[in-house]
């Protein structure tokens, strides 16, 4: 079974609108971490926002935010007032355990385009 | 502060024929994985290295294999290169912070003819 799905293989949006990126998980754990990267086209995957399975409120960085909903087992990324730099992959990934080696496990990723 | 450095950047490979890849980590960094990723697809894990041994191995054939030196900096080699060994490898360091945030560098695009 996938750790990590999501389903939206693209989205368009456009300049200064809000858009959600969605992503479900699945762990047995009842300690993980949750991430979000954006990879441009140059390859880099770039750190955005974590979210802890013990923390109370949703993470935020930014213009990105992260909604939690623990019961449903999704982890969806906010980006407010989208910019053209934006568009881009992003991933979602969750690492099971604290502490340890830190092995997280990526999702197939959503391809984002924001255009003026 | 320099980030994670890879190199090559691109490389073009024929099939049977070893690479290696290599990669240093952030400043004050002492943990590195590699991931491979191909076209359309997320990060799929390979190895992790720390105190210059393999940590932990992710499900890939013992054509892939691994160092790290003492400076933390370290290779990925592949042997007998398939078709399908062309993707980005994508090497990660980390300090070990409670988070575990992955600092990638940006990678090195193999293509195997």
């Known amino acids: 079974a996938q750790k990590i799905t999501q389903t939206q293989p693209g989205m368009f949006v456009q300049e200064k609108e809000a858009v959600t990126l969605d992503c479900t998980y699945d762990?047995?754990?009842?300690?993980?971490?949750l991430f979000w990267y954006k990879q441009p086209s140059s390859g880099e995957m770039i750190f955005l926002i974590y979210?802890?399975?013990?923390?109370?409120q949703n993470a935020t960085e930014g213009r990105y935010s992260l909604n939690f909903q623990k019961a449903r087992k999704s982890a969806n990324l906010v980006i407010s007032a989208s910019q053209l730099g934006d568009s881009a992959m992003y991933f979602c990934?969750?690492?099971?355990?604290?502490?340890?080696?830190?092995?997280?496990?990526f999702g197939r990723g959503t391809s984002l385009i924001v255009h003026p | 502060d320099a980030g994670v450095t890879q190199s090559p950047t691109h490389l073009i490979k024929t099939r049977g024929q070893q690479v290696t890849l290599r990669c240093s980590p952030k400043?004050?960094?002492?943990?590195v994985s590699w991931y491979q990723q191909a076209l359309g697809q997320g990060p799929q894990f390979i190895f992790q290295?720390?105190?210059?041994?393999?940590?932990q191995r992710g499900n890939f054939p013992d054509r892939f294999s691994g160092h790290q030196f003492p400076n933390y900096s370290s290779e990925l080699n592949v042997n007998a290169l398939l078709l399908g060994d062309s993707a980005l490898y994508l090497c990660?360091?980390?300090?070990?912070?409670?988070?575990?945030?992955?600092?990638f560098g940006e990678g090195s695009r193999l293509t195997v003819l």
């Open positions: 990934a969750m690492r099971e355990g604290m502490g340890g080696s830190y092995i997280p496990t």
């Open positions: 762990t047995s754990d009842p300690s993980y971490g």
């Open positions: 979210q802890g399975s013990y923390d109370q």
């Open positions: 290295y720390y105190e210059e041994e393999e940590r």
């Open positions: 990660a360091s980390i300090y070990q912070t409670d988070t575990g945030e992955l600092f």
């Open positions: 400043s004050g960094h002492d943990t």
